[in-house]
């Protein structure tokens, strides 16, 4: 079993930076691909990122592409989500999710196998 747990969230400006941090148990950290979703008041959760098991493929959703970093590092158990000149469309709940699926397929959430609880991110206008 995989608990993840999310940091890092918090309130920032528009065009500020935040980096969220996944820290996950167990040791089986290294096998599962690894995505950050978000999910915004009255919105479907969707997929931000993801990272396949070794962290040299990636994948971002259109609206984040060239502001958001996504990276992992498997000796900590950790996912990272380096967030720049963020927006105030994306203020939403942060979670990260574990999957035994590729980077592609970590898109989708049916695929994931494990969820934290999310963190908050606002940015104010």
């Known amino acids: 079993q995989v608990q993840l747990v999310e940091s890092g969230g918090g309130l920032v400006q528009a065009g500020g930076s935040l980096r969220l941090s996944c820290l996950a148990s167990g040791r089986t950290f290294s096998i599962y691909a690894l995505a950050w979703y978000r999910q915004a008041p009255g919105k479907e959760r969707e997929a931000v990122a993801a990272?396949?098991?070794?962290?040299?493929?990636?994948r971002y959703a259109d609206s984040v592409t060239e502001r958001f970093t996504i990276s992992r590092d498997n000796a900590k158990n950790t996912v990272y989500l380096q967030m720049n000149s963020l927006k105030p469309e994306d203020t939403a709940v942060y979670y990260c999710a574990a999957g035994l699926v590729t980077t592609r397929n970590a898109f989708s959430p049916d695929g994931m196998n494990h969820w934290g609880k999310g963190t908050l991110v606002t940015v104010s206008s």
């Open positions: 990272i396949s098991t070794s962290g040299g493929t990636t």
